[in-house]
């Protein structure tokens, strides 16, 4: 990859001082970036680094004192929120996945919209109802009833209980578990516990992201 310094002060709103023809090839921290690297620094803990970086470019606040010549400098107001726009714009990616792999079980009532994508040994049990651009990953599993609203993203080893509901572009990372069992008992006349039977739901509203082994258990009711 080679990104023109230019294309990336645009990008930022950034002056630059130093070479204006520099193409950068790569992202790093500060103490282990390399040559064709771009970089950023906060004032602070981070700038004992600054004479020893190997950096070829690096975001600067305005009150920074440059002292190399050797460095390419990206001047900003904020370094850490400018470096952030350059990996969502050039270096943020997710897995690819397409079409309905064939070691894959889909019930027949069930509802997979337009462009999505449904990886090996996904299970999509009766009545579940896949949005559109949905991306489901190797050895999910969806029972009875579930609904993943458009553009959202199942990574693999995930498992999402019936009648729970996933609103559209939620991320849900490996090995979350959406729906089992809250701690529900009750103690009867011999001191014997019960178990209640967790007949409620899990919703996971618009735009929410949920970490790899995270564990949201449903409702007792509702």
């Known amino acids: 990859m080679n990104i023109p310094i230019k294309e990336i002060a645009l990008l930022t709103n950034a002056k630059i ?3 204006e023809g520099l193409s950068i090839t790569d992202v790093a921290r500060i103490q282990e970036a390399r040559k064709g690297e771009l970089t950023f620094l906060y004032l602070g803990q981070y700038e004992k680094y600054f004479p020893s970086t190997k950096a070829s470019a690096i975001f600067v606040e305005k009150k920074f004192q440059q002292s190399r010549n050797d460095i390419t400098y990206l001047v900003v107001d904020e370094p850490n929120k400018a470096f952030f726009k350059v990996l969502i714009k050039y270096f943020s990616s997710f897995p690819f996945i397409e079409g309905i792999d064939s070691s894959a079980f889909i019930h027949p009532s069930a509802h997979i919209g337009e462009y999505s994508a449904i990886g090996k040994n996904v299970v999509i049990s009766a009545n579940c109802k896949i949005g559109k651009n949905v991306k489901i990953f190797h050895n999910t599993v969806l029972l009875n009833d579930v609904s993943i609203d458009d553009d959202s993203i ?30 529900g008992f ?7 516990y019960i178990k209640i ?26």
């Open 186 to 192: 009750f103690q009867n006349e011999k001191g014997e």
């Open 154 to 183: 199942v990574f693999q080893n995930v498992s999402i209980r019936e009648k729970c509901k996933i609103g559209k572009r939620v991320i849900i990372h490996p090995g979350t578990v959406i729906g089992s069992d809250g701690f």
């Open 197 to 222: 039977p967790q007949v409620g739901n899990v919703v996971i509203e618009d735009d929410v992201e949920l970490g790899a082994n995270v564990t949201v258990d449903r409702a007792a009711i509702g």
């Open 17 to 19: 001082i130093g070479d």
